[in-house]
């Protein structure tokens, strides 16, 4: 007999522990538990139905439950689930590096799989130092990051993060890294070309002053996400991406969040004709099926490794389910999806019409400012229009405005007290404005 929603819930509350999730408020009311999903709905085991608002933090492109998807993994299935790729290879995992190969920026040439995107970035750190040493430039073995970065949990990705809320209480356990600030307009005493120009000023010191302890920078192109969804003013990426070249600084971008059609382009680098040295991708990469996870760089770095076993510049890194095949067989089938449904031009077509959509919402008393780049979107609230005042953490206003969503049938989640609404790629016009509609409603209830 199939578990009711008590019995499930108080099996939750008896053996799992959420994640990013403080269990003593989770647990009082009465969380979301999932048991199906269908396109851009999720369905509860008590039948209740919700637009995923945040398409399962940020991965879903096409819908859940999609027949396309599921077959590929089916078919995998029959085959074989999972072989290792150390020293040895597999059809799905050759065939998805060539995609990634043909879908990145032109100077990248090699994939190195994990299985997240934290993995992704550790990677990324350990190839740029490793680079340098192999390279005999051992004292180039720092990075530059940004503030309020986010690169994921592992604690090598929290040592280049900058959101002082989740990475400042493990101080002392990360590796020391530069950080610079990265432009916030919004809250920037001036023009948002004067807040471009101080934030690559500060760059260019930090660079001229220790450039020659520097192995790499990390940057999210065009969009910080976690930290808030606080976009780049143009030209200030084609900027850091001159500035590395200049003082001989590997340029990572992590497109873990904006990868893969999710800014209007396949990759956010793209918008400014950027060519980083390496880049991170996790999150849709699957369809959002399972995890698979890529470091793509060029061949430079990839010779730099390259050489004989008694040199022994073998790069010492791998996990157990790197390059499993369910999971690269899946993410095949997910790129077919995307050139099938000329997805990005879809998406391209969609942000116009969430932009209008959106426009309501900047009259609100308490929205401070709405950002959108393509199909993600931040809209920060704020106390006080007029002097930008936010509210405390705790009166956790994110979050009441998404529980208020909740009840009105959208699922999505707050960072702090900016609404992050992030929809499947395959969204319909009618369903952005039924989730738009949800959203307003949600955000007039709680704070007008
Ligand atoms: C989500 C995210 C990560 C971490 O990816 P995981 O798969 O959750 O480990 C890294 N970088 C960025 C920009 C992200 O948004």
Redesign the pocket.
Known sequence: MADTYESLLAKNKKYLWNPFTQMKEYLKEDPIIIERGQGVKLIDVNGREYYDGNAS???NPHGHNHPYLNQAIEIQLQKIAHSTLLGMSNVPAILLAEKLVQLSPKNLQKVFFSD??????EIALKMAYLYWRHRNRPEKNTFISMKN??????VG?VSVGGMDLFHASFERMLFKSEKVPYPYPYRFAGTAEACKQESIQALEEKLKSSADQIAGLIV?PMVQ??GGMIMMPPGYLTEVARLCRQYEVLLIV?????GFGRTGKMFACEHENIQPDLL?V??KLTGGYL?V?ATITTDEIYEAFYGDFAEVKTFFHGHSYTGNQLGCAVALANFELYEQEDLISKVQERSLQLADLLMPFQELSHVGEVRQLGLMVGIELVKDKQTKATYAYEEAIGATVCKRARELGLFTRPLDHVITFMPPLVVTQTELHDMTTILYQAIVDVTE
């Open positions: 933090v940020w991965l997240s995107g934290a993995e992704a970035v970065a986010y690169h994921g949990d592992t990705a999210e996400g976690a992590d497109e873990v969040a904006t991170t996790g999150k995890p996870a």
